[in-house]
């Protein structure tokens, strides 16, 4: 996914350059002049000009920013998981941080969501269309943050990630092995994006901003293939030797059952690396073997 020559020199912020940050920063820094925000900037990966500011206290942002930056990506999470850290993370600190922008509209902000969002619990399909009312303060206060991106001057992208695992993101493989997941049929459907990808979209959406390309203003990032949460375990079970089940194992998700439709992004051209959790998995667990 090469950026066009004009556009080699393109200047993107990934505000909030932790894990999934990181990796956006990694991908992008092949074609772009890339900056990477976060309160102790020598975790910055290697190659990505380090800022260090902390985006909750604006008067460490004074001064810091790059200028004629042409994408923002807005990657933070919470310090805390109460409703004070998320209204920190997902809105002051975005508020935040177009302040100090000023001015000067963007190419693009892309702001990193969740499909936590959406309170469907019944097994049906939901994409963008589909009604987002989350029923608990974290789902409320992101889609606040979603409003506050949406309602800036920038032309804005939201990205509605669903459950990201991969091979820096294996607590549920472990689990499974150890005995500690036992969900009875017929499980919730879970819906689960690889971190790979997950970098990879929201690289894809930038070069299509940077190339002059129409975006949505809004994008479910899942993979192609929403599946019983006890199908995925029997699965891996049969894939790779794993203990019995433990006497509480857990049994279901956190996430209601629904099926998030992926179709918007495979009709922007995006293509999967790791379209289905086989293959997600199969690479994972080749890894541990």
């Known amino acids: ?35 990477g925000l976060r309160r102790n ?3 910055v990966p290697a190659g990505i000009t380090g800022i260090g ?7 460490t942002l004074a001064g810091k920013l790059p200028e004629q930056l042409d994408i923002v990506i807005y990657c933070l999470t ?27 509209p963007l190419t693009r ?20 269309t589909s009604p987002a009312e989350p029923d608990r303060f974290t789902g409320q206060i992101i889609l606040r943050g979603e409003q506050t991106a949406l ?28 005995g500690r997941m036992n969900p009875q049929p017929p499980a919730p459907f879970s819906n689960r994006v690889h971190e790979q990808d997950a970098a990879r979209v929201i690289a894809w959406l930038s070069e299509r ?40 194992a ?8 629904k099926r998030c439709s992926n179709q918007r992004l495979l009709n922007s051209g995006f293509e999967f690396r790791y379209p289905d959790y086989r293959a997600g998995y199969r690479d994972m667990i080749d890894g541990l073997s």
């Open 209 to 248: 901003a940077l190339a002059g390309n129409a975006i949505e203003n809004l994008y479910i990032a899942t993979d192609c293939e929403p599946v019983r949460l006890d199908q995925v375990v029997e699965w891996v079970r049969q894939q790779i030797a794993c203990k019995a089940p433990v006497a509480d």
């Open 250 to 257: 857990r049994k279901g998700g956190r996430a209601g059952s």
């Open 151 to 178: 309602d800036s001057i920038h032309p804005a992208t939201v990205v509605r990630f669903s459950g990201i695992y991969g091979p820096t993101r294996q607590r549920f493989l472990e689990e499974v092995i150890e």
């Open 78 to 104: 919470p310090t805390s998981y109460d409703e004070q850290g998320y209204h920190n993370a997902y809105v002051a600190g975005l508020q935040n941080l177009l302040d100090a922008l000023g001015d000067t």
């Open 1 to 35: 996914m090469a950026m066009t020559d004009h556009k080699q020199s393109a200047r993107i912020l990934v505000a909030g350059c932790g894990k999934l940050g990181g990796d956006i920063a990694k991908t992008l820094s092949a074609t772009a002049e890339v900056y």
């Open 41 to 43: 900037p020598d975790r």
């Open 109 to 128: 902000l892309i702001f990193i969501s969740s499909t936590s969002v959406y309170a469907q619990d019944d097994d049906r399909w939901v994409d963008e």
């Open 53 to 59: 500011a902390d985006l909750t206290r604006p008067e």
